[in-house]
């Protein structure tokens, strides 16, 4: 029987991806509100599906980590996948808010999502989405979501690219041999754009130049600081930091608070 309608009251469309829309829903049973994500696609093929249940199945073995937005449970209904998971009201998305960060917020970002991904890469898997949209803020914890592209290390189906902004030129050239560094580059360039305080444009010198290990200086910004973004960003994935580099680099001693807990 109809499981969404039975169990949940809509309360608003909150987001429309690609591939599903995000709805905050109050959950009759417990009381809680919850954002419930559904694939606009009926998912009638066995790879859709699997695929699908690649986002569930990353969503569900990492939920646990502060850092990762919380997993409840998921279902079919009417061959749409429905997933429950944390509501988290603020996305670093640079479409809804073109604030500008200074060094010390985008550093604690950067620290708290490196631990999400130095956690994801040691359980195998890669996110391959990482950009602003996909990062959430829930009461000063940054916490990343949106698995619909993570994949295992091992490759063993087919990577789904996530959006091409934030994709480093070996995916662009099909070589998928670290995908883990995917992530590293994806970061630096989140970082990036939330220090500029506006998205760079899909095309033209900017993201040439980020691609093509040349980033352009942020003015104001501490030379470790943009060593790093640079680090992130090389062309050769093999020279980038692995997560746990990251999160143990001695640029984040200066930060106080909520970074120091994990
Ligand atoms: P795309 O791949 O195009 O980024 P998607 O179909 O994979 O999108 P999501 O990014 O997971 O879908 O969700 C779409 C939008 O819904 C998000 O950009 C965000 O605005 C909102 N959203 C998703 N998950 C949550 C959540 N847990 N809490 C609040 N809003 C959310
Ligand atoms: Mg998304
Ligand atoms: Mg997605």
């Known amino acids: 029987f109809p499981r969404y309608l039975s169990d949940f009251h809509e309360i608003e469309r909150i987001g429309n991806g690609n591939f599903s829309c995000v709805f905050k829903v109050l959950n009759r049973i417990d009381g ?14 066995d790879i859709e599906r699997r695929k699908a249940l690649m986002e569930v199945q990353a969503m569900a073995s990492l939920g646990s980590h502060q850092n990762i937005v919380r997993y409840y449970t998921s279902w079919f209904e009417d061959d749409h996948l429905y997933i429950q998971m944390e509501l988290c009201e603020h996305s670093l998305s640079m479409s809804q808010s ?9 550093l604690e970002a950067l620290h708290q999502i490196a631990k999400a991904l130095q956690y994801m890469h ?3 898997i890669a996110h391959l989405d990482v950009k602003p949209d996909n990062i959430y803020v829930v009461d000063g914890i940054y916490k990343l979501g949106d698995f619909g592209c993570s994949s295992l290390l091992d490759k063993s189906l087919p990577i789904e690219e996530g959006d091409a902004r934030y994709m480093p030129q070996e995916i662009l050239n099909e070589q998928y041999d670290h ?8 970061l630096g360039v989140t970082i990036y754009e939330l220090v500029r305080g506006s998205a760079l444009p899909e095309s033209g010198n900017n ?3 980020l691609r093509e290990g040349k980033m352009p200086l942020l003015p104001g910004h501490s030379m470790p600081f943009q060593n790093l973004l ?6 050769d994935p093999v020279r980038r930091p692995c997560a746990n580099d990251i999160v143990k680099h001695p640029i ?4 106080g608070g909520s970074s120091k807990i994990k």
């Open 122 to 124: 040691g359980r195998g």
């Open 32 to 45: 809680c509100m919850y954002a419930v994500k559904r694939s606009t696609k009926q998912l009638q093929k």
């Open 98 to 106: 073109s604030k500008s960060y200074t060094e010390e917020e985008v």
């Open 252 to 255: 984040f001693d200066r930060l």
């Open 179 to 186: 995908l883990e560094k995917v992530d590293i580059f994806s």
């Open 207 to 209: 993201f040439m130049n």
């Open 230 to 235: 640079k680090v992130m960003m090389d062309p």
